[in-house]
């Protein structure tokens, strides 16, 4: 069965660093979204990407986030100074459809800790 | 807003117990619903889904009825196995806004033999 893959499992880096966290989605997939979970909290809608751009994204978006999909398969999330609170673990995922009533498909995750 | 809650964990049963476990949502227009599951050390599975009211959606044993006038959607299973232990979400998307889920906190499931 087709998987979503994220890399790497868990990513330790220090306060003020920049981190890249990778996705690979489904090849025939064409919506790419991020969340994320603080432990112990939901998880959370980040953004959704389509057509080369992003279609939407949440507060919690800010300017030290962005995304790229900087080939034909790759989609990447870039956390440009992380502070502590960006700790939690963070999910890819990617869809077929852009409707939501289709489900999507989930990465395992990348746990990030700021330290 | 478009909220889920779901009943916290953990959640520990015994081999062929009978599971349930609650969620309700709060929605401005007409959601989907889904359950998800999480096993150790993977992604989020769609485990199921109800897209309208009076829906059941069932996979693997799992069911769950989209009830509109409770505004719930709980997962029932009526004989878990050891393979079950895994945390499980309850989630919605709203019809006129495709692109985004909200989702429950998570319930662990650790069912022992």
């Known amino acids: 069965e087709p998987e979503v893959t994220q890399t790497p499992s868990h990513q330790v880096t220090q306060m003020g660093q920049e981190v890249i966290l990778r996705c690979v989605p489904i090849?025939?997939?064409?919506?790419f979204y991020w969340y994320r979970q603080i432990l112990g909290q939901k998880v959370e809608f980040l953004v959704s990407f389509y057509n080369n751009e992003i279609s939407e994204k949440s507060e919690i978006f800010d300017d030290q986030f962005s995304v790229e999909r900087p080939d034909g398969s790759n989609f990447t999330l870039k956390i440009r100074s992380t502070k502590l609170e960006d700790s939690a673990m963070y999910f890819c995922?990617?869809?077929?459809f852009g409707q939501g009533a289709h489900g999507y498909t989930f990465g395992s995750g990348t746990r990030l800790t700021v330290v | 807003g478009d909220s889920v809650t779901q009943m916290e964990g953990p959640v520990t049963l015994s081999e062929e117990a009978f599971l349930t476990i609650n969620c309700t949502y709060t929605?401005?227009?007409?959601?989907?619903l889904f359950w998800y599951v999480q096993y150790p050390g993977e992604g989020l599975q769609l485990l199921l889904k109800a897209t309208k009211a009076d829906d059941k959606g069932s996979n693997k044993g799992f069911e769950a009825t989209y009830r509109k006038e409770t505004t719930s959607f709980h997962l029932e299973k009526g004989s878990v196995q050891v393979s079950d232990s895994a945390v499980y979400f309850c989630?919605?998307?709203?019809?006129?806004?495709?692109?985004?889920?909200?989702f429950g906190s998570g319930t662990k499931l650790n069912v022992k033999p």
């Open positions: 989630a919605l998307s709203e019809g006129y806004n495709f692109n985004k889920f909200y």
């Open positions: 090849s025939n997939h064409l919506y």
């Open positions: 929605a401005t227009g007409y959601p989907s």
């Open positions: 995922a990617s869809s077929e």
